[in-house]
């Protein structure tokens, strides 16, 4: 079945970047997009990034341009979102999520708890 | 702030009927379908219904969706202790060319 498996959890400082790995198993890894998903504490899910594994072309929510990348290995089957000058309101969990012909996520990874403080 | 409205919260006894909605926009809900999903915390969100109203396989048929133009509404029937999480809705938005999702209702069984 479809399997996203994240990195474990990070601690950064405010200014430095984390970088995310998730891991895709159960599917062929270049017939789906990729989203990237986080949740703060107490908040929604908001929409960060799509990446399409295939050809590794990306669509970043306006928010996030010029401090998210998405990048893919096709050859492990995994993509990573490296988030940059990361600030408190950075914390919060981040997501990956495999896209479907809807253009929604139909399934998820574990999630990845990323903290930034000082 | 999320661009989907859910109420933040929802509850009912066992065995009751409880239905959560979703409001959103013409750019959203009113010209794309809605996909729901129940979220544990601390486990990855599962799909609960994809394109407005249809149920992935494994999903009890007492978990229903509809849409009807800018808004969409999840279903739950028979309700059971295990069927309290968080719920959120989502779909593509044309102006922001990205998933919207809303903002979760957190549903308790009394």
């Known amino acids: 079945q479809v399997q996203l498996v994240q990195s474990g959890a990070e601690v950064k400082k405010p200014g430095a970047s984390v970088k995310v790995s998730c891991k895709a198993s159960?599917?062929?890894?270049?017939?789906?997009?990729i989203y990237w998903v986080r949740q703060a504490p107490g908040q929604g899910l908001e929409w960060m990034g799509i990446?399409?594994?295939?050809?590794?072309?990306?669509i970043y929510a306006q928010k996030f341009q010029g401090r998210v990348t998405l990048t893919r290995d096709t050859s492990t089957s995994t993509v990573y979102m490296e988030l940059t000058s990361l600030r408190s309101e950075d914390t919060a969990v981040y997501y990956c999520?495999?896209?479907?012909?809807?253009?929604?996520?139909?399934?998820w990874g574990q999630g990845t708890l990323v903290t930034v403080s000082s | 702030q999320s661009v989907l409205t859910q109420p933040p919260s929802a509850s009912g006894t066992p065995g009751q009927r409880v239905t959560i909605s979703c409001s959103g926009s013409?750019?959203?809900?009113?010209?794309?379908?809605v996909n729901w999903y129940h979220h544990f915390p601390g486990t990855a969100p599962k799909l609960l219904i994809y394109?407005?109203?249809q149920r992935p396989s494994g999903v009890p048929d007492r978990f229903s969706g509809s849409k009807s133009g800018t808004s969409a509404s999840l279903a739950i029937s028979g309700l059971q202790s295990e069927d309290e999480a968080d719920y959120y809705c989502?779909?593509?938005?044309?102006?922001?060319?990205?998933?919207?999702f809303g903002g979760g209702t957190k549903l308790t069984v009394l």
């Open positions: 989502a779909a593509w938005d044309e102006s922001l060319n990205g998933p919207v």
């Open positions: 013409d750019s959203n809900i009113g010209s794309n379908n």
């Open positions: 159960g599917y062929i890894f270049t017939s789906y997009y």
């Open positions: 999520a495999r896209g479907s012909g809807s253009g929604l996520p139909d399934g």
């Open positions: 990446l399409n594994p295939s050809v590794g072309n990306t």
């Open positions: 394109r407005n109203n």
